[in-house]
């Protein structure tokens, strides 16, 4: 198992971009559907909100390219508007940062409870 988390958040990218990736709750369906047909993940989970977009997969033989490669396909994006405000971990930073985001300490406002609260 390779775990790895590709996203955009308030401190990378700017609102504007941050809604072009974000996955409203219609197209989420799809969205896994094609993670896992498409680039071969063994497992995924998207994080979308108004200050973030996330994905952690189970990555497999997948590398973090293809990924990339697929965020910029699905959301039309171009992808050198893209890439530079994406951040990428990797096995236990990804976990880490995982863990920074459902407790709030990676939060436009420290500590709230969006994630976990809902």
Not at 80 to 95: G, T
Request: glycine share 6%; net charge negative; proline share 4%.
């Amino acid at each position: 198992m390779s775990l790895l988390a590709i996203g955009i958040n308030h401190n990378t990218a700017s609102v504007d971009l941050r809604e072009k990736v974000a996955f409203p709750p219609e197209k989420l369906d799809r969205a896994l559907n094609e993670l896992r047909d498409n680039t071969k993940v063994n497992g995924s989970v998207i994080l979308s909100t108004c200050n973030r977009t996330e994905i952690y997969c189970d990555t497999g033989d997948t590398n973090k390219s293809q990924l990339i490669d697929w965020l910029v396909r699905f959301h039309d994006v171009p992808a050198e508007e893209l890439k530079p405000s994406l951040y990428v971990y990797e096995e236990q930073a990804a976990i880490k940062h995982l863990m920074r985001v459902s407790c709030g300490l990676d939060s436009l406002v420290l500590g709230e409870p969006q994630i976990l609260g809902r």
